[in-house]
C-alpha cells in the first residue's frame, strides 16, 4: 500500500542553519505530496504541496521538490529560525478515494536553538 | 480566517464509556476527515464523510466507532465503549473537495486528547 518515510528526529539546529529534512514515499499512481507543520499545541497546518512531478511547493521560506524518480519530497529551508521549531509531516493524498484521505510521515521534530 | 474548531481539548473517561468528540469544519467545505495519532506514532486516517455518508473508513474504524453530522455544522466521532488502547489524539479536518487535489486541502482542528483510564 502507500507509505511515507521521513528522516526521524528530534533534529536540533542553531538559528540561521540550513535544513533538510528527507521524505520518500511509496505509491502507486500519481500522488499530491504534502508537508505539515504542528507547532506546539497546535493542530496541523499545511505547509506547502505539489501535485504533480517537478512542482516545486514553498512557503514560509519552506521549498520542496516532488521527485518523481526518487520518490522523494525532501523538505528545504536555507535559513530556519528559532519560530520554526516544530513537527513537520510529510504526507500523500491518494487519488484512488473519492474523499482523498492524506497518509502521513511519522514526523520530524525540529529545535532550533538561538 | 476560518478554521475548523474541535471541542473539548481534552477528554478524560473510563473504560468502556462512550464520547462523543466533536468538530465544526470549516461552513462551506463538504468533506469531512477523522484522524488520529496514538502518542509517539503516525497520524492515521479513520474515516471520510460526504453527502451525509461514509466514503472511506480504515481498519482501524470497527463497530465501536460511527461518524455523524447531527446539523449543518456539527461533526461529532462517538467511541461507543472506550478500551485503554483508543487513548490517542483525534483530529478533525474538512476541504471543499475530494477528487480535485488542486483545491482538495484538508485543514486541521488543534485535535482533541482522549486519555482512557
Known amino acids: 500500500g502507500n507509505s511515507v518515510t521521513q528522516m526521524e528526529g528530534p533534529v536540533t539546529l542553531s538559528e540561521e542553519a540550513f535544513l533538510t529534512i528527507n521524505c520518500t514515499y511509496t505509491a502507486t499512481g500519481y500522488p499530491s505530496l504534502f508537508w505539515y507543520v504542528q507547532y506546539p499545541g497546535e493542530g496541523l497546518q499545511l505547509l506547502l504541496k505539489?501535485?504533480?512531478?517537478?512542482d516545486k511547493g514553498s512557503n514560509k521560506g519552506f521549498e520542496a521538490t516532488y521527485r518523481k524518480e526518487t520518490t522523494s519530497f525532501h523538505l528545504e529551508k536555507g535559513s530556519v529560525q528559532v519560530s520554526d521549531s516544530a513537527v513537520y509531516f510529510c504526507?500523500?493524498?491518494?487519488?484512488?478515494?473519492?474523499?482523498?484521505?492524506?497518509?502521513f510521515g511519522s514526523g520530524t521534530r525540529l529545535s532550533i536553538r538561538p | 480566517e476560518p478554521e475548523v474548531t474541535q471541542t473539548p481539548s481534552h477528554q478524560v473517561t473510563q473504560m468502556g464509556q462512550e464520547v462523543i468528540l466533536r468538530c465544526v469544519p470549516i461552513s462551506n467545505h463538504l468533506y469531512f476527515y477523522w484522524y488520529r495519532q496514538i502518542l509517539g506514532q503516525k497520524v492515521e486516517f479513520l474515516v471520510s464523510?460526504?453527502?451525509?455518508?461514509?466514503?472511506?473508513k480504515s481498519e482501524i474504524f470497527d463497530d465501536q466507532f460511527s461518524v455523524e453530522r447531527p446539523d449543518g455544522s456539527n461533526f461529532t466521532l462517538k467511541i461507543r465503549s472506550t478500551k485503554l488502547e483508543d487513548s490517542a489524539m483525534y483530529f478533525c479536518?474538512?476541504?471543499?473537495?475530494?477528487?480535485?487535489?488542486?483545491?482538495?486541502?484538508?485543514?486541521f482542528g488543534a485535535g482533541t486528547r482522549l486519555s482512557v483510564l
Open positions: 464523510f460526504y453527502n451525509n455518508e461514509i466514503s472511506e
Open positions: 479536518a474538512s476541504s471543499d473537495s475530494g477528487r480535485d487535489l488542486a483545491k482538495n486541502i484538508q485543514y
Open positions: 504526507a500523500l493524498s491518494d487519488r484512488r478515494s473519492s474523499a482523498s484521505k492524506i497518509i
Open positions: 505539489a501535485t504533480k512531478a517537478d
